[in-house]
């Protein structure tokens, strides 16, 4: 069974395996499960540590003679794999069963690797490496959990705080858990262990929210409007080129596009969904946006998509009059694709044409 980051401090008191694989896209977690892992092997006499770092072709037999070779002062080594990629760990698996069959006392092994696969798809270096050690799963800490997690952040930093203040410190370090870190910190050094307001909040923490097109997509999708449009004003002020906001929307409306096809042919939409490809843990977000919009307004958007491509490299006027998804006919449109590219995001997060 995985262990989540919280679990880790408590499995480490109880017992050092002989290895530990950290998975995940957080950097701060990976950092912290890392960590911790560390000390806990400095505590336990692994005086010594190696770090290697594994891509495509990395030489297995070359590695495997440096783990069975004795350290020169017979310590007890901590050696480090630093992935580039899962798929770089596939040469590795035999070397992992046999550590996994007679671990060696004077060795601790720790992976470090990006996201792995769902259980179903892991390759076959995680399930012997897992059955060396243990599995450390850091998963994404969601828009709706980061509250929550900053409170606990701010507890063990001995502050306390209103909702007022979580709220507005969550909206400051939206996605960013580091940068939501390092502002609880900044904020323990100014202001001491106790109570904290919005109004402290507000004076001290700068904006560090990591604003990102895919999830700028994914608010959209998901209906949650607020949340895309504060996406996009932050992405315009970071001064991306419109291209670079707007793909990532073509693709998901193409997606549905095609499950609402798929579904028009008679598929149901579970089985739309698997035959277009759509992702287990998107199936909810992409079920509920096709709840909003039928084929017509999906159409509808795809047109607005290639007018706001178009407006964004000046093939069209200023002041051109454009039908636009949710109003039909008569929009003005000022030639500025940023307010098309707004239009374009109200109207994939919006209701939409329900299909009769």
Not at 66 to 89: D, H, Q, W
Not at 90 to 112: C, K, M, S, T, V
């Amino acid at each position: 069974m995985p262990l989540s980051p919280e679990q880790l401090e408590a499995g480490l008191a109880r017992r050092l395996a002989p290895a530990y694989l950290i998975a995940g896209d957080e950097p701060l977690l990976i950092q912290e499960c890392a960590d911790a892992i560390r000390r806990r092997a400095r505590e336990l006499g692994f005086a010594e540590r190696e770090v290697y770092a594994v891509e495509r072709g990395f030489d297995w037999a070359a590695f495997a003679g440096e783990l069975s070779s004795l350290s020169l002062f017979a310590a007890r080594r901590l050696i480090e794999l630093r992935l580039k990629t899962p798929a770089a760990a596939d040469g590795g698996a035999e070397l992992f069963a046999r550590f996994a069959a007679n671990p060696p006392d004077d060795i601790l092994l720790l992976a470090i690797s990006p996201k792995l696969g769902g259980r179903g798809q892991q390759p076959a270096w995680v399930k012997a490496f897992a059955q060396a050690g243990e599995l450390v799963e850091v998963r994404p800490v969601e828009p709706p959990e980061l509250p929550s997690w900053i409170q606990g952040r701010l507890r063990r930093a001995g502050l306390r705080a209103d909702a007022e203040a979580v709220r507005l410190l969550a909206e400051r370090v939206e996605g960013n858990l580091l940068a939501a870190h390092q502002e609880i910190e900044k904020l323990r050094l100014l202001h001491g262990e106790g109570e904290l307001d919005a109004e402290a909040v507000r004076a001290a923490v700068a904006d560090s929210a990591r604003f990102d097109i895919f999830k700028l997509a994914d608010a959209a999708v998901a209906g949650d409007l607020a949340r895309a449009l504060r996406i996009l004003a932050g992405l315009q002020a970071e001064g991306l080129a419109i291209p670079q906001v707007l793909w990532p929307l073509v693709r998901e409306i193409r997606g549905l596009v095609r499950v609402r096809w798929l579904m028009d042919e008679g598929l149901a939409l579970q089985a739309a969904m698997q035959r277009a490809g759509v992702w287990r843990n998107r199936t909810g977000m992409v079920a509920r946006a096709l709840a909003r919009h039928d084929g017509r307004s999906l159409r509808d958007l795809a047109r607005h998509a290639a007018l706001v491509d178009r407006v964004s490299k000046g093939a069209l006027p200023g002041n051109l009059v454009t039908a636009l998804p949710e109003e039909g006919a008569g929009k003005v449109s000022r030639g500025d694709a940023w307010v098309e590219l707004v239009e374009l995001v109200r109207g994939i997060a919006g209701p939409g044409r329900r299909a009769a």
